[in-house]
């Protein structure tokens, strides 16, 4: 490694001399090092863009270091900087540009060089710069998008000839972008500067958005040749930009309205059976969502243990442990307490509430108090970009599509096989049930381990969007009982239509009233629907309803 | 129905016995007059349990810690702990209790501001003692109380400040993001007056408030992206409370809004609150406290020693309400030395000008508005969920009950000497 740098800085010191106007000598590289261990973050900012354009072979390994946090000052000589990595245990430190290591020092004669956001934007920036010419057009693309939030004018002619050489039409299109956003913020012709308006336009986007906006505010000061006419030209781009954004903005609050409501949906599924078909006012139903989520962080947890490898996967694996788990819980709760309570609404009411109140306890004095971190998959975090300007998160999409599953998949149980067949028989009329030999009492509490087991494979979504905390649980609790209720009683579809118009109600309202305000003007709707339709929206007719 | 007031009857029973055994063992410990008793007043169970609870262990820690030095006056300290449930009114009962029937002679209790508030009509009717150790809204002085945590000249201006600095990114454009209480109206109330005195216009700041627990953040979160994307550099100050940080926090990072574009102050996270996160998406975003785990000094090393050996975790964390109840507690010990006597009034006069060593350098000094001067720091969160110092001011910061921002309050004065003697006044009693 050492006598790889070494050749590697001489090539250097010679290309350097050969080829550059200013030479970089390793001495000049140790003077650029050391104007990191500043203490002004504006000045440590300024040194960063120095290094980075310096073209200093170790650049980005000097720039990745300081981003890392590994790169220290030494305390009795403030401009003296090492690069320090833990190795097998003992710790490394060497000086970043010749390699050289210094085993007199140790830890305690060492501070390390912080940064701050100011310093981390000028790294990215910088090490944006370096891999402008990265093999991988990802890379190119991320640095290109580094150069355009930076906005640094000494950039515009080495991105002007790369995107005259570039292949990948994607990297293209946004080294383009940055030209432009270069050209209209410090151009001076106005024909160029006219162009770069139009390109701007034409890509679009919040962040594009902002960089109209900005050269809006500059323009307005700005009294060079044809000002004016190019401040007409960005006022005409930033409303086209605004148009498209308003239309992506709806899109986005539909995704986002179908998004609450798959997540009332998963939350209130589990009550559709136990309180729709069985009519057990189940205040423990979100504790049972609760316990699923912790399953999910047991699980989590015992993978990150014994199998690191797939720690990605083990939200899969949590589903139907969850499932088990919780539908478990919900057995042994229907055995022990509810199954004396039938027919007995209010006191069954106080017996799931106290339950739940136990429950959360007991969760609270096995895990502790404090929330419990359930770390989101690789493959779950971020989002899709579908063009500039809009996106939906990954989390958020796959929670619409497990929702729909865990729906769809209920409905199959409920329809097709005999177990649905013989609680719909027991839930409809339950002498004649147990009159053509079904077993009502275990049909009924395998209905409610169903129910519970589908409000615990909700807790393993839940876990992605929300704390996984004892009251987890209390905070869905009324959402699930409004989403039943509003729904109709009883009937599966009523709770998917009922979720989703909630959510997405709720949603189109939070802009404009502000998110306490929706959530009231929600609760009041359906108050007054329910005075209308004191069935919900799917009534359920025959006989079981009015027994 | 007949069987459940069988129930309702077994269940009011076996409490009364329960309460029996535990109403005996109590008066069997005051009898002896050899006991000095701490009231801690800490939520166990619900909400607020997932922070109160810390600080319930810190203050069995110290007082443990206390008692293996010998006690206080010759005597051996006793904690006594309720459970307040974070039930408001609760409270009030509960700190009725402690002053009432167990006798204690410090309470050492709340987090919320509206606990704050239902407890303390009970001090100052009983003239009991309360240390307060969470940051707070301000505007406010009782007799009765110490807050040792911070005021929001201690903590929200200068973090405002902070990021008005070149250093600090120069922001020019504002978010007030908080949960629908009285502490986050009261902080944006004097946030917004702070920044239009710093010439900031009405059209950016932009002030959003959500309910307690709010889970659902991805309107908030791309509103916030639109609103920043003015052409202006834009930050978010939070004073989003507990539970609804997380969500928020997950949000921000899944809709790729980092640091270095849309910087978030908040002044409820601390490393207890990131302990139950992935923390990778939010390096860079900022807090601002008086303490950080991360401060290297030989005090904070030996505290944070004593925690995780008397915690038996060594994951667990320290944060800044700990430190508060840390100094509050020190403080409270050494009046009682000078004092000579546990008298709530001789101690409160010996309160005055008690110094104690903060954990990460410099002296806390309690003054007469019954509010400490201490440092201020502003971190910024790391990929181990530690928070990195960035700035902090030289000094000591003088905690202000009123602040200077309202008109209304700047006039008044809080001083518990003489001649004030009241806790918002605008001229002298005497």
Redesign the interface.
């Given at each position: 490694m050492r006598t790889h740098t070494l050749i590697a800085s001489v090539l250097l010191c010679f290309l350097a001399i050969c080829t550059r106007p200013t030479p970089v000598s390793a001495d000049s590289a140790g003077e650029l090092v050391s104007g990191i261990a500043q203490k002004s973050f504006s000045k440590k900012a300024a040194a960063v863009e120095k290094l980075a354009s310096s073209g200093n072979e170790n650049a980005a390994l000097i720039l990745n270091a300081l981003m890392q946090g590994n790169l220290y000052r030494v305390k009795t000589d403030s401009t003296r900087v090492v690069l320090v990595l833990s190795e097998e245990g003992s710790l490394k430190i060497s000086d970043p540009v010749t390699g050289a290591e210094f085993p007199s020092l140790t830890k305690s004669d060492l501070k390390k060089i912080r940064i701050n956001n100011k310093v981390r934007s000028a790294i990215k920036a910088g090490l944006g710069r370096l891999d402008l010419t990265h093999i991988d057009p990802d890379r190119r693309l991320s640095a290109a998008a580094a150069v355009f939030k930076s906005g640094d004018p000494t950039m515009l002619p080495v991105l002007e000839e790369l995107l005259s050489k570039e292949q990948d039409e994607h990297v293209k299109s946004a080294f383009k972008i940055a030209v432009a956003s270069l050209q209209l913020i410090n151009g001076q012709d106005k024909k160029i500067r006219l162009k770069a308006v139009e390109t701007l336009q034409d890509a679009g986007g919040q962040e594009v958005k902002g960089l109209l906006s900005k050269a809006a505010l500059q323009l307005a000061t700005e009294k060079s040749e044809g000002s004016a006419e190019i401040a007409k030209a960005v006022e005409k781009a930033l409303a086209s930009v605004d148009r498209q954004l308003a239309t992506y903005g709806m899109v986005e609050n539909l995704f986002q309205g179908l998004s609450l409501g798959s997540v009332l949906l998963l939350a209130a599924i589990g009550l559709a059976i136990t309180f729709g078909v069985m009519g057990v006012i189940n205040m423990a139903h979100g504790e049972m969502v609760m316990i699923g989520a912790y399953t999910t962080y047991v699980i989590q947890e015992t993978c990150r243990l014994y199998m690191p490898g797939v720690l990605d996967y083990s939200l899969i694996v949590a589903i139907p442990l969850a499932f088990l788990v919780s539908g478990l819980f919900g057995i042994l709760l229907e055995r022990s307490v509810i199954r004396f309570l039938y027919g007995r609404p209010l006191e069954t009411l106080l017996a799931t509430w106290g339950i739940s109140l136990i429950l959360q306890q007991f969760v609270r004095t096995i895990f502790g108090p404090t929330n419990k971190e359930v770390s989101t998959p690789s493959w779950l975090s971020g989002a899709w970009e579908i063009t500039s300007g809009l996106s939906v998160t990954y989390n958020r999409l796959a929670i619409i599509v497990f929702a729909l599953l865990v729906l769809f998949f209920l409905m199959l149980v409920l329809k097709k096989t005999l177990f649905g067949l013989q609680m719909r028989a027991v839930t409809q009329n339950r002498m004649m049930a147990r009159s053509m030999g079904v077993r009502s009492a275990s049909v009924d509490a395998l209905t409610f381990g169903l129910g519970s087991g589908v409000a615990g494979m909700a807790g393993v979504a839940l876990s992605q969007i929300d704390n996984v905390s004892p009251n987890l649980g209390q905070a869905y609790i009324i959402d699930s009982f409004m989403v039943v209720v509003f729904g109709g009683v009883g009937n599966l579809w009523g709770t998917l239509v009922g979720a989703g118009s909630l959510g997405i109600v709720n949603k189109f309202l939070e802009p404009y009233s502000g998110a306490v305000l929706a959530k009231i003007l929600v609760l009041v709707a359906i108050i007054l629907f329910i005075q209308k339709r004191p069935r919900g929206l799917f009534a359920l007719k025959g006989r079981s309803v009015e027994g | 129905?007949f069987?459940?007031t069988k129930y309702l009857g077994k269940l009011s029973a076996a409490t009364m016995v329960a309460a029996g055994v535990l109403g005996m063992s109590a008066p069997a410990a005051t009898a002896a007059d050899d006991v000095i008793k701490v009231g801690v007043l800490h939520s166990?169970?619900?909400?607020m349990?997932?922070s109160e609870?810390?600080l319930k262990d810190s203050v069995l820690m110290l007082v443990d810690d206390l008692n293996k030095k010998g006690g206080l006056l010759g005597k051996k300290v006793e904690a006594v702990v309720v459970d307040p449930a974070s039930n408001w009114p609760l409270f009030a009962e509960k700190a009725r209790e402690l002053i009432e029937v167990e006798k204690v002679d410090v309470v050492f209790g709340c987090w919320t501001s509206v606990s704050r508030k239902s407890v303390l009509p009970v001090f100052e009717e009983l003239n009991s003692m309360l240390f307060y150790p969470v940051q707070y809204e301000g505007e406010e002085s009782s007799r009765n109380v110490f807050y040792t945590g911070a005021a929001p000249n201690q903590q929200a201006i200068p973090a405002v400040e902070y990021l008005m600095s070149?250093?600090?990114?120069s922001v020019e454009r504002w978010v007030l993001a908080g949960t629908?209480y009285v502490y986050p109206r009261t902080t944006n109330k004097i946030l917004e007056a702070f920044l239009k005195s710093k010439g900031v216009k009405d059209e950016d700041i932009m002030i959003?408030?959500?309910?307690f627990?709010?889970?659902?953040w991805?309107?908030?979160v791309?509103?916030i992206?639109?609103f920043?994307?003015?052409?202006?550099k834009t930050a978010v100050v939070s004073t989003i409370n507990g539970?609804a940080n997380?969500?928020f926090y997950?949000?921000l990072?899944?809709?790729?809004i980092n640091?270095?574009?849309i910087?978030v102050v908040a002044f409820s996270v601390g490393e207890?609150?990131l302990?139950?996160?992935?923390t990778k998406?939010l390096?860079?975003h900022l807090a601002a406290w008086n303490y950080f785990m991360s401060v290297e000094t030989a005090e904070n090393a030996a505290f944070i020693e004593k925690w995780k050996a008397f915690i038996g975790d060594e994951k667990r964390v320290t944060n800044d309400p700990m430190e508060a109840t840390y100094i509050g507690f020190n403080m409270w010990v050494q009046a009682v030395k000078q004092a000579g006597t546990t008298n709530v009034d001789a101690v409160r006069q010996a309160m005055y000008g008690q110094e104690v060593k903060n954990l990460t350098g410099g002296v806390a000094v309690m003054n007469t508005n019954h509010h400490l001067s201490k440092p201020v720091l502003i971190g910024?969160i790391?990929e181990d969920g530690m928070i990195?110092?960035?700035?902090n001011t030289d000094g000591l910061v003088k905690g202000d009950a009123w602040s200077n921002y309202i008109p209304e309050s700047a006039k008044l004065t809080a001083d518990w000497t003489y001649p004030f003697v009241c806790g918002g006044c605008e001229k002298p009693m005497f």
């Open positions: - | 129905m069987k459940l166990l169970s619900g909400t349990a997932i609870t810390t070149e250093d600090g990114g629908d959003n408030y959500t309910p627990g709010h889970s659902d991805q309107t908030i791309s509103d992206k639109k920043g994307s003015a052409g202006k539970d997380v969500p997950k949000e990072g899944n809709q790729g640091a270095s574009d910087p207890e609150e302990a139950g996160l992935d998406p390096v860079g910024e790391q990195e110092t960035v700035w």
